[in-house]
């Protein structure tokens, strides 16, 4: 099934974009009433059930791109949509950490004893999902080179 270098890379692309459901990227504060303490827990999309869905979505949409090989020029075009769903995931995140409500703040690194690397997570299956365009348009271009000899 995994011959090609491009079907790694959307493996790779579909088990990253998981990634971002147990990767916190941000903070929320929130102060009790009565004390002045202030709570802070982490920012996850699996809070949301409608950004883990587009998740899950994102993971099989890519997973399923493997199985298109047979057709290079459709599995193009759907790898430019499933990059789009990956950098959505990245809006999605954005907007939550900054404009969605004033006590959530996004944070990139090490902040505390937490490691908060969620933010990167889409960056980086954008990265894969990327060359694996890449090897797929190489394919086609070796394809039709190969018939034009013929």
Known sequence: MIQ????????LASLSILLTI??????QTTAS????QMITSDLLLSSNKLYMALVIITSLYLLFLIFL??????QMKLTLIGMLLALSLLG??????????????????????KLYLGILVPIIT???VTLAYTGIRADEKLVR?????R
């Open 126 to 128: 954008v990265f894969f």
């Open 145 to 149: 080179d190969s018939d034009r000899l």
């Open 69 to 74: 090989y047979k057709n290079r020029k459709q």
């Open 4 to 11: 090609r270098k491009q079907s790694i890379w959307l493996l």
């Open 22 to 27: 147990i990767l916190p990227y941000g903070i």
């Open 92 to 113: 999605l995140q954005l907007y939550e950490s900054y404009f969605h409500e004033v006590n959530q703040k996004l944070v990139i690194g090490l902040l505390g004893s």
């Open 33 to 36: 009433l009565g004390s002045e």
